[in-house]
């Protein structure tokens, strides 16, 4: 063969350039530490943990173990495709930034605690008596789970501010989705020293108003509550047991 011990400094081709035989190895450098073998019915293989490298040595290719693809850019990978399937677990070291819909097919477990900067956040479901959301605890002690509102208004609070409501809608005859009851709780004195509150059951009365059913509200005195029931003389309340007065000389008409 004319090329089997061939030494030259620079080899051009003109044309095509065929290695014929099955395994055929590829060396570079003086001492052939960076090898590209001919994988009989694969492709290439490049030797070791050598790397495929673009631009410079920080972005590269590179089969830094026998069970791991390590692939290194300066400063981003951008993967563009219609679709970019992934199959195994994903570790994110970093900030994921998703400006896309994210779909998940199971249910999704966040570790670290999740913060939503969205105005809306919506659980869909069509089946009977979902979705369902449990706020749960799991620590052996008397403590419980907590669901806390927050209004952080950047400047002093007011006699008034709402801290927090919960509202209950639901279709009318009409199909239009109503407001037919609200808890909400409020700042009864914003006093720095004398805080107190009051919260408010409230129900849609006869034409869709929102009243105040029961109301549990911040006294004139330390740990005072007052409490208003119904709204209007005209309103009944029911009791189904004994009602106990501890103090009869405040009892109006009855």
Same mark, same amino acid.
């Given at each position: 063969d004319a090329?089997?011990?061939? $030494?030259?400094?620079? =080899?051009?081709?003109?044309?095509?350039? #065929?290695?014929?035989?099955? &395994? *055929?190895?590829?060396?570079?450098?003086?001492?052939a530490d960076t090898t590209l073998t001919h994988t009989d019915g694969s492709g290439l293989t490049l030797n070791s943990t050598n790397k495929l490298m673009f631009n410079d040595a920080s972005q590269f290719i590179q089969g830094s173990s026998a069970t791991v693809l390590s692939i290194a850019a300066t400063d981003e990978i951008d993967l563009t495709a219609t679709a970019i399937d992934?199959?195994?677990?994903?570790?994110?070291?970093?900030?994921?930034?998703?400006?896309?819909v994210l779909t998940t097919t199971a249910a999704t477990v966040f570790n670290g605690g999740f913060t939503?900067?969205?105005?809306?956040?919506?659980?869909?479901?069509?089946? $009977?008596?979902?979705? =369902?959301?449990?706020?749960?605890?799991? #620590?052996?002690?008397?403590? &419980? *789970?907590?669901?806390?509102f927050v209004k952080d208004k950047g400047a002093a609070g007011v006699d008034g501010d709402d801290s927090g409501e919960i509202e209950?809608?639901?279709?009318?005859?009409?199909?239009?989705?109503?407001?037919?009851?609200?808890?909400?709780g409020e700042v009864k004195d914003a006093s720095d020293g004398a805080e107190g509150g009051q919260f408010k059951f409230q129900v849609a009365s006869h034409d869709g108003e929102m009243i105040t059913a029961l109301l549990l509200s911040d006294g004139n005195a330390e740990d005072e509550v007052d409490v208003t029931i119904g709204s209007g003389t005209s309103s009944v309340t029911a009791t189904s047991g004994r009602l106990n007065i501890a103090t009869v000389s405040d009892i109006g008409a009855i």
């Open positions: 090329f089997a011990s061939l $030494s030259v400094v620079d =080899l051009k081709v003109q044309d095509d350039l #065929t290695f014929s035989s099955d &395994s *055929a190895v590829i060396s570079f450098g003086a001492d992934l199959n195994g677990t994903l570790d994110v070291s970093g900030t994921a930034l998703v400006t896309g939503s900067n969205g105005d809306t956040n919506t659980f869909t479901s069509v089946n $009977s008596e979902d979705p =369902l959301v449990i706020i749960k605890n799991a #620590t052996n002690d008397a403590n &419980s *789970a907590r669901l806390r209950f809608y639901a279709d009318n005859d009409a199909q239009q989705q109503t407001l037919f009851a609200r808890i909400k």
